[in-house]
């Protein structure tokens, strides 16, 4: 994982726009593979399953 100053705008809004249900289950380490990996862990997939397009 090459890691980013910054993450991008789109993933940045995306995270926000998730309902705080859900921000709030999120780990630090779900946090920062949505910001900034291709590949997600399972937990996070789980997590977010209902808001994935």
């Known amino acids: ?20 249900e859900i921000t709030k289950t999120l780990t ?7 910001l900034f990996d291709d590949k997600w862990p399972d937990s996070l997939k789980e997590k977010l399953k209902d808001y994935m397009v």
């Open 1 to 20: 994982m090459i890691e980013k100053d910054q993450p991008e705008p789109e993933r940045m809004e995306a995270l926000r726009s998730l309902p705080a």
């Open 28 to 34: 630090k380490e779900e946090v920062k593979a949505f």
